[in-house]
Nanobody, 122 residues
Framework: QLQASGGGLVQAGGSLRLSCATSGFPFDDYAISWFRQAPGKSREAVSC????????YYTESVEGRFTISRDNAKNTVSLQMNSLAPEDTAVYYC?????????????????WGQGTQVTVSS
């Protein structure tokens, strides 16, 4: 299972930190990604952190503003989001995959969290 939390309402330029708590699978063997889905749009991959060497990947629109990290001792992944903009408004989901090194395709993910709403006001 994955449990996403940390969403909320923030003004443009502000920050939020999302957390993804996991259980029920060998966390160390899974890459974890954050996806988001804005109203009227398809879900997109935002960031991923691989298993093992914890390499990180970001979609271009969040590069330099978002930072993903994982704590293998606590089986959690965090997404620090800075300099938020209204276009970051979406429901954010965490997901887990054994695909190596990572994948942006939803169908490659085995486990999904329930989503947490992020709303950025202008």
């Amino acid at each position: 299972q994955l449990q996403a939390s940390g969403g909320g309402l923030v003004q443009a330029g502000g920050s939020l930190r999302l957390s993804c708590a996991t259980s029920g699978f060998p966390f160390d063997d899974y890459a974890i990604s954050w996806f988001r889905q804005a109203p009227g749009k398809s879900r997109e991959a935002v960031s991923c952190i691989t298993s093992g060497d914890s390499r990180t990947y970001y979609t271009e629109s969040v590069e330099g503003r978002f930072t993903i990290s994982r704590d293998n001792a606590k089986n959690t992944v965090s997404l620090q989001m800075n300099s938020l903009a209204p276009e970051d408004t979406a429901v954010y989901y965490c997901a887990a995959t054994t695909y190596r090194p990572y994948t942006e395709y939803e169908t490659d993910y085995h486990y999904w969290g329930q989503g947490t709403q992020v709303t950025v006001s202008s």
